[in-house]
């Protein structure tokens, strides 16, 4: 009851004032992509006379966030195309086999990173090999251009451990997990310099590559799953971190499954550091860095409404120059981009991106690009062949962490 | 000289019906009508087909002529109806007493009835209150009165009929006692001239006491103004309706993307006095209330009128009884020779949406009768629109992947190949001009170079252009250019513009607050501020 009276008032909201098509990302490159206004609240009144309108559409949605961001309705419109492509799943229209095999694949990252992470350097060479990726272009509909990204022997969380008084919860997602642990250790570390016991619990997939590929059922029940993992820490007050701006996305939105919102204190690592800052709890024993870096905002960092807190900390550090590139979505989005007929949609939309880390790197402006997405980061590297980390990496630095 | 044996008076779904079904017979016909087909009741009303549910307590002839019509309709016009199906519904208010009284009664008109579990029903329906105590199915449905209006004037043309539309009738010609043909007036160009016949059928609706009397006769048509609320969306998924006596604002149908919650009651001067009230619009809520809590936080659209036009019970018809003719007090086919002793002129009046084939065959028996024509009726038989070819649905769902092209299909007919193959040629012809109700730029220019259009109303009453969520804001000014295309036909684009904002604003007004208050200022900005259209 409470869910359709939401549905019904979110679809209300809408004025038709079409802000969200305007800086949709996708429907900027692709005149066939209807765009968010379209395919959510204008299908949505179609949808519950039982019309299923642009069911194949409904999947170049790259769930960016931008729609919901921008509506001045605040209607929950990526939701409403990713509901919307569930029931043309489970109704089964608009989608072949091959996508359908390749996009529940893509849903369980954390499934294809405990495969991929059992031999990761067999996994890494396969993924290298050009045959191998033909057959996977072939037979699965993964772009066999696409930078899949390296896999590495699973983050491991635990011997570093200081017990503290202070304590956070570390959501390290699949990305640090399977893809990127050294990040996952050096988030620890900078948590720990600031005099927090870092705790990680054997979290599973945050559930946006779930949500990513329309399986809303599986994702909030994986939800379910992590939020029983932080029950204790939710009840005893202990902030939840994550280093990754999807994840931090969809542990913000945990609350309303079986937790309030006044009880998830869920942050994005630096939101929470900056706060630290704010209360002058923050260490700001830097050394000098000397660098340059372009900044990019994921668009999950932006759907959180959150500024840029990276952007703000790390300028605190001297020697440290941050140029915010401001050039929207890179493209990837999750695994959207690695999907055969959206690889070249995801690379026009990036191309702004790109452009300007390539103009920015020839001028001079600065070495390298820093984003806390890990898919935003392959996506950068991928398309402007710059080198691209998490921010974190410049504060251990500053720390003399590293 | 007479130029048809049948002139009828009034395109609503009584009018055409009767022109098909005369057409099918052989009988040459021509259909009058002052403004655009269906501008009148025939698109005023709460767009359900009646299962015969509603009245079978009161009226059981009514009911067992609505669900034979019913099966009818639904067999010969499957796309002009959505098959919802319908619920009755009791709440503690309502008496336990009508309820078995509703049941034997249902029975009696062989109207199939369901009882459905609460359970099932808070399922089914998760936006009705729970409180209910009992719920029951019924073979209600959804009819769309502009589609079946026009599906039933197109038909009658394939059969020879004739209709004009914009041609007003302004009074009967009469010569020795026997009508023999009405004076006509282009309201588009002022013209005026005579059609002589044989027989007239007023078939005018609210406007039918008017045209018998211009030679005098009295026809007591009341005017009963409803009112009803259009919602943003589907809130139920079927017909709700209040298990108890008609009344105000106890029934709920989804109408396409709407849902329209309907109707008071309140006899009003003129046909024309159909401005809803903001009473009106309160105590429909109020009653709303009771089936659908919370009903203040959705969103509604517009408030519209129309006018039913009721009869007074026909056994004070002289005539009818000597007749004995199979006529439910429900409508009344006035033959004026016997009740005036005017010959050549038949008035139908009263009577449903839903039975409008049945009254359209009652009165082309008789006239068919005067003529000495014997063919039989066929229009229970004959579908009354041909199927839409699968290519032809292919080549829709390929050219616009996101549109509801089943309905644009339905809505276009025998125009469907040339704006498809339009849209083919010229792609950005395929860009929703109306987005809320998804109607193609394509659509709107067919619509818009029709022969029988000739106002930016017409256009919306063709396609819904306008009558989606933004009411207008949007499709207003998107459409003025191919109006202008076309300027030869209308009036100038200020007075469309205007005419059709003033249209919207008449049943926006009484709902002016929440979303739809935050729509009509951003309306306000694009024609005031933008556009600076600021006089009315």
């Keep these: 009851m409470i869910y359709e009276q939401d549905r019904t008032e979110n679809l209300d909201a809408c004025i038709k004032c079409s802000a969200c098509t305007a800086m949709c990302p996708v429907a900027a490159v692709n005149p066939l992509f209807p765009g968010p206004k379209v395919l959510g609240p204008d299908a949505e009144r179609f949808r519950l006379e039982g019309l299923?309108?642009?069911?194949?559409?409904?999947?170049?949605?790259?769930?960016?966030?931008?729609?919901?961001?921008?509506?001045?309705?605040?209607?929950?419109?990526?939701?409403?195309?990713?509901?919307?492509?569930?029931?043309?799943?489970?109704?089964?229209?608009?989608?072949?086999?091959?996508?359908?095999?390749?996009?529940?694949?893509?849903?369980?990252?954390?499934?294809?990173?405990?495969?991929?992470?059992?031999?990761?350097?067999?996994?890494?060479?396969?993924?290298?090999?050009?045959?191998?990726?033909?057959?996977?272009?072939?037979?699965?509909?993964?772009?066999?251009?696409?930078?899949?990204?390296?896999?590495?022997?699973?983050?491991?969380?635990?011997?570093?451990?200081?017990?503290?008084?202070?304590?956070?919860?570390?959501?390290?997602?699949?990305?640090?997990?399977?893809?990127?642990?050294?990040?996952g250790h050096a988030i620890t570390k900078v948590l720990e310099h600031n005099g927090y016991e870092v705790i990680v619990p054997p979290f599973h997939c945050c559930s946006t590559p779930l949500e990513g590929n329309g399986y809303v059922r599986e994702a909030k029940e994986t939800a379910k799953k992590n939020l029983a993992l932080m029950n204790p820490y939710i009840r005893a007050g202990v902030p939840l971190i994550t280093g990754c701006t999807s994840c931090g996305t969809a542990l913000k939105e945990y609350a309303g499954l079986d937790v309030s919102a006044s009880e998830l204190q869920a942050y994005d690592l630096f939101e929470f550091l900056w706060a630290l800052h704010e209360q002058s709890e923050f260490r700001t024993d830097f050394k000098e860095v000397q660098v340059s870096l372009g900044y990019h905002s994921s668009c999950h960092l932006k759907a959180q409404g959150i500024g840029t807190p990276s952007v703000r900390l790390l300028r605190l550090i001297p020697g440290v120059r941050v140029t915010d590139l401001d050039q929207g979505c890179c493209g990837l989005s999750g695994s959207y981009g690695f999907k055969k007929e959206k690889y070249d949609t995801a690379m026009q939309i990036g191309n702004p991106v790109f452009e300007r880390v390539r103009h920015g790197v020839a001028n001079d402006e600065f070495q390298s690009v820093i984003t806390e997405c890990g898919g935003c980061q392959v996506q950068i590297r991928h398309g402007s062949g710059t080198e691209t980390f998490h921010p974190v990496w410049v504060l251990m630095q500053a720390y003399g962490l590293e | 000289m007479k130029d048809y044996q049948v002139v009828i008076v009034g395109g609503g779904a009584t009018g055409v019906g009767i022109l098909r079904d005369l057409s099918m017979r052989g009988i040459s016909a021509l259909l009058l009508e002052q403004g655009d087909l269906a501008h009148g009741t025939s698109s005023r009303f709460h767009g359900l087909l009646h299962s015969g549910g509603r009245y079978a307590v009161k009226d059981p002839q009514s009911a067992a002529e609505c669900i034979d019509e019913n099966l009818i309709l639904k067999k010969i016009a499957p796309h002009c109806i959505s098959d919802t199906g319908g619920w009755f519904v009791q709440t503690k208010d309502d008496s336990p007493g009508y309820v078995e009284e509703w049941i034997?009664?249902?029975?009696?008109?062989?109207?199939?009835?369901?009882?459905?579990s609460i359970s099932e029903a808070c399922r089914k329906e998760p936006l009705m209150d729970k409180n209910v105590l009992r719920v029951f199915e019924v073979p209600d449905a959804t009819v769309d009165g502009f589609r079946i209006v026009w599906a039933n004037a197109r038909s009658a043309r394939h059969y020879n009929g004739e209709f004009r539309t914009?041609?007003?009738?302004?009074?009967?010609?009469?010569?020795?006692?026997?009508?023999?043909?009405?004076?006509?007036?282009?309201?588009?160009?002022?013209?005026?001239?005579?059609?002589?016949?044989?027989?007239?059928?007023?078939?005018?609706?609210?406007?039918?006491?008017?045209?018998?009397?211009?030679?005098?006769?009295?026809?007591?048509?009341?005017?009963?103004?409803?009112?009803?609320?259009?919602?943003?969306?589907?809130?139920?998924?079927?017909?709700?309706?209040?298990?108890?006596?008609?009344?105000?604002?106890?029934?709920?149908?989804?109408?396409?993307?709407?849902?329209?919650?309907?109707?008071?009651?309140?006899?009003?001067?003129?046909?024309?006095?159909?401005?809803?009230?903001?009473?009106?619009v309160r105590s429909l809520l109020e009653i709303g209330e009771q089936l659908l809590p919370g009903i203040m936080k959705n969103r509604i659209i517009r408030a519209f009128s129309g006018i039913r036009p009721l009869h007074r019970e026909d056994h004070d018809v002289p005539g009818v009884k000597e007749e004995g003719r199979n006529v439910s007090r429900s409508f009344a086919l006035i033959d004026h020779e016997l009740q005036d002793g005017i010959k050549g002129l038949i008035s139908i009046v009263g009577g449903k949406f839903t039975t409008y084939r049945l009254m359209a065959e009652k009165v082309s028996d008789r006239v068919a009768e005067k003529l000495g024509n014997t063919t039989p009726c066929h229009t229970a038989e004959e579908d009354l629109l041909p199927e839409i070819p699968e290519h032809v649905y292919k080549k829709a769902a390929r050219l616009l992947p996101y549109a509801p092209v089943e309905k644009m299909?339905?809505?276009?007919?025998?125009?469907?190949?040339?704006?498809?193959?339009?849209?083919?040629?010229?792609?950005?012809?395929?860009?929703?001009?109306?987005?809320?109700?998804?109607?193609?730029?394509?659509?709107?220019?067919?619509?818009?170079?029709?022969?029988?259009?000739?106002?930016?109303?017409?256009?919306?009453?063709?396609?819904?252009?306008?009558?989606?969520?933004?009411?207008?804001?949007?499709?207003?000014?998107?459409?003025?250019?191919?109006?202008?295309?076309?300027?030869?036909?209308?009036?100038?684009?200020?007075?469309?513009?205007?005419?059709?904002?003033?249209q919207r604003w008449k049943g926006i007004r009484p709902v002016l607050w929440g979303q739809q208050l935050r729509e009509t200022e951003l309306t306000r900005a694009i024609y005031s501020g933008i556009l600076q259209f600021t006089e009315n």
């Design chain 2, 166 to 280: 914009y041609h007003q009738a302004e009074r009967l010609v009469t010569d020795k006692g026997q009508v023999t043909g009405v004076a006509v007036r282009n309201l588009l160009n002022g013209h005026q001239f005579t059609v002589h016949c044989d027989i007239v059928v007023n078939a005018a609706g609210a406007w039918a006491s008017q045209l018998a009397g211009s030679i005098g006769i009295p026809l007591d048509v009341i005017c009963d103004k409803g009112t009803l609320l259009a919602f943003n969306q589907r809130l139920f998924h079927r017909v709700v309706n209040r298990l108890r006596p008609s009344g105000d604002g106890d029934i709920f149908v989804p109408h396409e993307t709407i849902t329209i919650l309907g109707t008071t009651s309140q006899f009003v001067d003129s046909p024309e006095d159909n401005d809803p009230q903001q009473e009106e």
């Design chain 2, 104 to 116: 034997k009664s249902c029975a009696g008109a062989h109207i199939p009835i369901r009882e459905v």
């Design chain 2, 409 to 502: 299909l339905e809505r276009l007919q025998e125009d469907a190949e040339d704006v498809l193959k339009e849209i083919e040629q010229t792609p950005h012809k395929g860009q929703m001009l109306c987005e809320c109700e998804m109607v193609s730029m394509a659509e709107v220019e067919k619509a818009a170079s029709d022969e029988d259009t000739h106002h930016l109303a017409d256009i919306r009453r063709k396609t819904r252009l306008g009558m989606g969520t933004c009411q207008g804001a949007f499709c207003t000014y998107r459409a003025l250019p191919l109006l202008w295309q076309k300027k030869e036909k209308y009036d100038s684009l200020d007075e469309e513009l205007r005419n059709f904002l003033n």
């Design chain 1, 52 to 183: 299923q309108i642009g069911a194949a559409l409904l999947n170049y949605c790259s769930k960016c966030r931008t729609c919901e961001i921008t509506c001045p309705s605040g209607v929950k419109i990526t939701e409403m195309i990713t509901r919307a492509q569930e029931n043309a799943k489970l109704s089964g229209s608009g989608k072949n086999l091959q996508s359908n095999i390749r996009d529940y694949l893509f849903g369980r990252a954390e499934y294809l990173g405990k495969l991929a992470t059992i031999l990761p350097g067999l996994t890494n060479t396969l993924l290298r090999t050009p045959l191998f990726r033909q057959v996977l272009e072939q037979a699965l509909g993964i772009s066999s251009e696409a930078p899949l990204p390296t896999y590495r022997k699973k983050f491991n969380p635990f011997g570093e451990g200081h017990k503290n008084r202070k304590q956070v919860v570390y959501f390290p997602g699949c990305f640090v997990t399977y893809n990127d642990p050294p990040t």
